[in-house]
C-alpha cells in the first residue's frame, strides 16, 4: 500500500490533518500522521523517522510550515513536499530564513512556563482566514501550546539536496510571507502556487489529496518503469 507521512507545524495537532488523512485511506493509501511537539527539532525530526522507518517501501513526506525543517532533517523519503513550509539549508533555522510573519508574531502569546500559545481570535485571522468561521473555530479549538526553540533548531542532514520535492506556495498566506516562500520553493524540484492561506489542509483539503495522490501515482509509474520495488 502507497504512503504519506503527513507533518504538521507549530502549535498543530495531528487531528488537523484528519480530512486529508481519512480521504487518502478511502483512496487506498496508508496515511501516517506523527505527533510533533517533542521539545525540540531534533526530537520531533526522531519521532517522524521512526515513523518513516516503520513503514516498507519509502513514503512520501509533507512537511507543513515549521514541518519543513523536520522533513529536511528525515532520511529515507520517495519524495518530500513544502506546504508553506519552511527549506532551511546548512546552518540555516526556519527563525533564520524569516520566521514567522508580522500578524502571526501579533497573535503569539508568552505563558508562565516560557511556552507560547495563540490568541484564538488572532490565531483563525491568520492561520484560517481564508476558511468558513465555523470551520477555523474548530481549528483554533485543536491548537495548543508550544515549547520555545523549536523554530532556531537546524537541521542535521537535508534530504532536499538529494530527494525529489514539490514546494506548493499559498499564496494568501498570512502566516509566512509568500514572497519567502517563493525564495525557498526554488530550492525544490518542483512548485506549485494555490490561491489559499496558510492551512489548506483545513480549507481545501481536496487540493492536498488530489496533489498526493498525482505524486503517488508518478512514483508507482517510475517503479513499473524501473521494473523493481525499492524495500527497506
Same mark, same amino acid.
Given at each position: 500500500?502507497?504512503?504519506?507521512?503527513?507533518?504538521?507545524?507549530?502549535?498543530?495537532?495531528?487531528?488537523?490533518?484528519?480530512?486529508?488523512?481519512?480521504?487518502?485511506?478511502? #483512496?487506498?493509501?496508508?496515511?501516517?500522521?506523527?505527533?510533533?511537539?517533542?521539545?525540540?527539532?531534533?526530537?520531533?525530526?526522531? #519521532?517522524?523517522?521512526?515513523?518513516?522507518?516503520?513503514?516498507?517501501?519509502?513514503?512520501?513526506?509533507?512537511?507543513?510550515?515549521? /514541518?519543513?525543517?523536520?522533513?529536511?532533517?528525515?532520511? @529515507?523519503?520517495?519524495?518530500?513536499?513544502?506546504?508553506?513550509?519552511?527549506?532551511?539549508?546548512?546552518?540555516?533555522? #526556519?527563525?533564520?530564513?524569516?520566521?514567522?510573519?508580522?500578524?502571526?508574531?501579533? #497573535?503569539?502569546?508568552?505563558?508562565?512556563?516560557?511556552?507560547?500559545?495563540?490568541?484564538?481570535?488572532?490565531?483563525?485571522?491568520?492561520?484560517? @482566514?481564508?476558511?468558513?468561521?465555523?470551520?477555523?473555530?474548530?481549528?483554533?479549538?485543536?491548537?495548543?501550546?508550544?515549547?520555545? /526553540?523549536?523554530?532556531?533548531?537546524?537541521?542535521?542532514?537535508?534530504?532536499?539536496?538529494?530527494?525529489?520535492?514539490?514546494?506548493?506556495? =499559498?499564496?494568501?498566506?498570512?502566516?509566512?510571507?509568500?514572497?519567502?516562500?517563493?525564495?525557498?520553493?526554488?530550492? =525544490?524540484?518542483?512548485?506549485?502556487?494555490?490561491?489559499?492561506?496558510?492551512?489548506?489542509?483545513?480549507?481545501?483539503?481536496?487540493?492536498?489529496?488530489?496533489?498526493?495522490?498525482?505524486?503517488?501515482?508518478?512514483?508507482?509509474?517510475?517503479?513499473?518503469?524501473?521494473?523493481?520495488?525499492?524495500?527497506?
Amino acid at each position: 500500500m502507497p504512503a504519506v507521512v503527513l507533518v504538521h507545524g507549530l502549535y498543530h495537532r495531528p487531528e488537523h490533518f484528519a480530512v486529508v488523512a481519512e480521504r487518502l485511506r478511502t #483512496a487506498g493509501s496508508e496515511a501516517v500522521v506523527p505527533e510533533l511537539h517533542r521539545g525540540s527539532l531534533p526530537a520531533d525530526t526522531a #519521532a517522524v523517522q521512526a515513523a518513516v522507518d516503520a513503514l516498507p517501501e519509502p513514503p512520501i513526506v509533507l512537511g507543513h510550515s515549521y /514541518g519543513g525543517s523536520v522533513i529536511t532533517g528525515v532520511r @529515507g523519503a520517495s519524495h518530500l513536499v513544502y506546504l508553506a513550509a519552511f527549506v532551511p539549508d546548512v546552518g540555516e533555522s #526556519a527563525a533564520g530564513l524569516g520566521g514567522t510573519s508580522p500578524q502571526l508574531q501579533d #497573535a503569539i502569546s508568552p505563558e508562565p512556563d516560557g511556552s507560547t500559545s495563540l490568541y484564538a481570535d488572532r490565531a483563525a485571522a491568520t492561520l484560517y @482566514g481564508d476558511c468558513p468561521e465555523p470551520l477555523a473555530a474548530w481549528a483554533v479549538d485543536l491548537l495548543r501550546a508550544q515549547a520555545p /526553540g523549536c523554530g532556531r533548531g537546524v537541521p542535521e542532514c537535508h534530504s532536499w539536496k538529494r530527494t525529489p520535492s514539490t514546494y506548493v506556495i =499559498c499564496a494568501q498566506d498570512r502566516a509566512i510571507d509568500p514572497g519567502l516562500q517563493r525564495k525557498m520553493a526554488s530550492r =525544490c524540484t518542483d512548485v506549485r502556487e494555490w490561491q489559499t492561506g496558510h492551512s489548506p489542509f483545513v480549507g481545501q483539503p481536496d487540493l492536498i489529496v488530489e496533489l498526493l495522490r498525482e505524486l503517488l501515482a508518478t512514483n508507482a509509474a517510475h517503479r513499473r518503469d524501473e521494473g523493481a520495488t525499492p524495500t527497506r
